[in-house]
């Protein structure tokens, strides 16, 4: 005979292993993942101060949607979906405001800029490989620039451990396609 009437007994599951791993704690969560989350904006912005400022914007607002992520079905998969569209508005943000910049009285530090400089080259061919494709890009990025197992990768974008490993394998072979093919800036415009 049938002790549950109303059929919820089969409604029961466990939890899954990333949330019972998921700190509740938002001050708990960011220590966790903060290092990673820097690595990330680092990665993307090339300057520690920008990357900085991005993850700032980020935890402020994951902070304000504490609860949300929490009800999220792969809360951590959330959280890096909000760092991503804050290291987007930053670019945004940045590229409005640059025609109304000020001069600065003190000249600022440009050691970091030869560091920028020997990038430009994979930064130009990483933009032209996430138009063509955007998941293989994404995949390359995290493996490549952010250190990430194929596992985590895989958890990120909602994709299998092996496609995630697939595709970060073609967005190098792709990447050093498009390196060859692009025109070397570093002599100058004149």
């Given at each position: 005979?049938?002790n ?9 599951v466990?939890?899954?292993p990333?949330r ?15 290092d990673s989350f820097?690595?990330?904006?680092n ?7 920008d ?12 902070y304000?949607k ?6 999220h ?10 760092l ?17 910049e000020?001069?600065?009285?003190e000249?600022p530090d440009t050691?970091?800029?030869i560091?920028?400089r020997?990038g ?9 490989l ?13 493996h490549?620039r ?15 451990e092996?496609?995630a490993k697939?595709?970060a394998?073609?967005?190098k ?5 498009l390196l060859t ?5 570093e002599?100058g415009?004149?």
């Amino acid at each position: 005979m049938n002790n549950d009437p109303f059929g919820q007994e089969r409604d029961l599951v466990e939890p899954e292993p990333e949330r019972a791993s998921f700190p509740i704690d938002f001050d708990v969560f960011l220590r966790n993942y903060k290092d990673s989350f820097f690595r990330i904006a680092n990665g993307r912005l090339r300057d520690p101060r920008d990357a900085d400022e991005a993850l700032q914007d980020a935890a402020m607002i994951m902070y304000r949607k504490w609860e949300r992520i929490l009800a999220h079905p792969k809360p951590i998969k959330l959280a890096h979906k909000i760092l991503d569209n804050s290291i987007t508005d930053f670019y945004r943000r940045n590229a409005r405001r640059g025609d109304r910049e000020q001069s600065l009285t003190e000249l600022p530090d440009t050691t970091h800029l030869i560091h920028l400089r020997s990038g430009d080259r994979l930064d130009r061919a990483l933009e032209a490989l996430r138009q063509l494709a955007p998941l293989t890009a994404s995949c390359w990025e995290m493996h490549h620039r952010d250190e990430l197992p194929y596992s985590e990768i895989g958890e990120r974008l909602g994709i299998s451990e092996g496609a995630a490993k697939t595709n970060a394998s073609r967005g190098k072979t792709k990447l050093q396609a498009l390196l060859t093919e692009l025109p070397d800036t570093e002599k100058g415009d004149s």
